[in-house]
T-cell receptor
Framework: AAGVIQSPRHLIKEKRETATLKCYPIPRHDTVYWYQQGPGQDPQFLISFYEKMQSDKGSIPDRFSAQQFSDYHSELNMSSLELGDSALYFC??????????????FGQGTRLTVV | GNSVTQMEGPVTLSEEAFLTINCTYTATGYPSLFWYVQYPGEGLQLLLKATKADDKGSNKGFEATYRKETTSFHLEKGSVQVSDSAVYFCALRSLGTYKYIFGTGTRLKVLA
């Protein structure tokens, strides 16, 4: 079965550089979520999109922005990178089913290391 | 605000031992509750879920019952295996929102 695809899987950037993370949701999933997981920590919600519109916002820094495109893939843009941005970034997707929303299906994550 | 509290790990058990990982939550209304598992170097995989009070989610021998009176969703397994070694996250999603709130995770280590 198709899963959520994230690219790249690993990324190394220097401080103050920019990074773009991409997420391809499962086909026919209309909602995308982004999470940040620091070492040994729980995933922290950053932002979500439903039908290409921002649906919810969490603890996303102003240096980060994201969007969902017409093909439902999403990109997380991170600028002025800081050492503290080093983390595992997860994308997840879900779809409506029976009047409710399914659980979130997570990708493998992108490990960002800022040096 | 909404929150999830999990028992701290790590939890170390011998193979075939009984497992309980406690999870309690604070939320308005009737959230959906989930257990996700994360194996080393991998993403989060849904283990089980429950969407209303008294629902029991089950998968791969794991079970959890949505207890509204005690605001709990404890994870149990009767006989753990070495392959169950992973980090387990309890999570909730409130009705009408898209945001999942995770607990801090509980690392389980099962010894042969």
């Amino acid at each position: 079965a198709a899963g959520v695809i994230q690219s790249p899987r690993h990324l190394i950037k220097e401080k103050r550089e920019t990074a773009t993370l991409k997420c391809y949701p499962i086909p026919r999933h209309d909602t995308v979520y982004w999470y940040q997981q620091g070492p040994g920590q729980d995933p922290q919600f950053l932002i979500s999109f439903y039908e290409k519109m921002q649906s919810d916002k969490g603890s996303i820094p102003d240096r980060f922005s994201a969007q969902q495109f017409s093909d439902y893939h999403s990109e997380l843009n991170m600028s002025s990178l800081e050492l503290g941005d080093s983390a595992l970034y997860f994308c997840a997707s879900s779809y409506p089913k029976g009047g409710r929303r399914t659980e979130a299906f997570f990708g493998q994550g992108t490990r960002l290391t800022v040096v | 605000g909404n929150s999830v509290t999990q028992m701290e790990g790590p939890v170390t058990l011998s193979e075939e031992a009984f497992l309980t990982i406690n999870c309690t939550y604070t939320a308005t209304g009737y959230p959906s509750l989930f257990w996700y598992v994360q194996y080393p170097g991998e993403g989060l995989q849904l283990l089980l879920k429950a969407t209303k009070a008294d629902d029991k989610g089950s998968n791969k021998g794991f079970e959890a019952t949505y207890r509204k009176e005690t605001t709990s969703f404890h994870l149990e397994k009767g006989s753990v295996q070495v392959s169950d070694s992973a980090v387990y996250f309890c999570a909730l999603r409130s009705l009408g929102t898209y945001k999942y709130i995770f607990g801090t995770g509980t690392r389980l280590k099962v010894l042969a």
